[in-house]
């Protein structure tokens, strides 16, 4: 499967505790996203990169909320202190060029639970 | 602050009828796309509408962007339950600035 994939898929974790999430984009594509989604939501952004660069970081961003690009290639998305507020879908997209105008490919998602 | 309101949130029909879910803002958007999400998984693009006034056909799906691109609406004809998902418009704003998503409209499609 060359699609996006992103992991782990499901993490419960309890209130207090750090979190880390992986993403591996589509290998050609420069841009990747990280966005937060509850259930019948639409995706609200996070940030994203383009190549290693970190370009946009949402405003609603706490500083609990971390991301890294090293490479240019995968993505961390890390949350310290989690709050029972954080329970959701963390997604992330990948996408070629420099447009914004660009297709968004998903992945399936890390389904966040913070008890 | 750039936003994408949607309505309805909730649609309910039956096999076979016509309905048009909206996507409205008070910003211009450079152009607009349309995702489809089922449960589970992540969305899926439909459409890029680029050009204001711009229609685009998808089989059963019609999609417009207004002449002053900001707002698109779908049209879905003779709805079938496969059309079950939830409807996202995203909208690119400024060039370097990510895409945003309307909160979306849940469609429940029965036979």
């Known amino acids: 499967d060359t699609g996006v994939s992103q992991d782990p898929r499901h993490k419960i974790t309890k209130r207090g505790q750090n979190v880390t999430f992986r993403c591996d984009p589509i290998s050609e594509h420069n841009r990747l996203y990280w966005y937060r989604q509850t259930l019948g939501q639409g995706p609200e952004f996070l940030t994203y990169?383009?190549?290693?660069?970190?370009?946009?970081k949402s405003r609603l961003l706490s500083d609990r909320f971390s991301a890294e690009r090293p490479k240019g290639s995968f993505s961390t998305l890390e949350i310290q202190r989690t709050e029972q507020g954080d329970s959701a879908m963390y997604l992330c997209?990948?996408?070629?060029?420099?447009?914004?105008?660009?297709?968004?490919?998903f992945g399936e998602g890390s389904r966040l639970t913070v008890l | 602050t750039q936003l994408l309101e949607q309505s309805p949130q909730f649609l309910s029909i039956q096999e076979g009828e016509n309905l048009t879910v909206y996507c409205n803002s008070s910003?211009?958007?450079?152009?607009l796309q349309w995702y489809r999400q089922e449960p589970g998984e992540g969305p899926v693009l439909l459409v890029t509408?680029?050009?204001?006034?711009e229609v685009k056909k998808l089989k059963r799906l019609t999609f417009q962007f207004g002449d002053a691109r900001k707002d698109s609406s779908l049209h879905i004809t003779a709805a079938q339950p496969g059309d079950t998902g939830l409807y996202l418009c995203a909208g690119a704003g400024r060039a370097g600035t990510a895409l945003i998503f309307g909160k979306g409209t849940t469609l429940s499609v029965s036979s």
């Open positions: 990169f383009q190549n290693e660069a970190q370009l946009e």
């Open positions: 509408v680029v050009t204001g006034g």
């Open positions: 997209a990948s996408s070629l060029g420099l447009a914004n105008t660009g297709e968004l490919f």
């Open positions: 910003s211009v958007f450079s152009s």
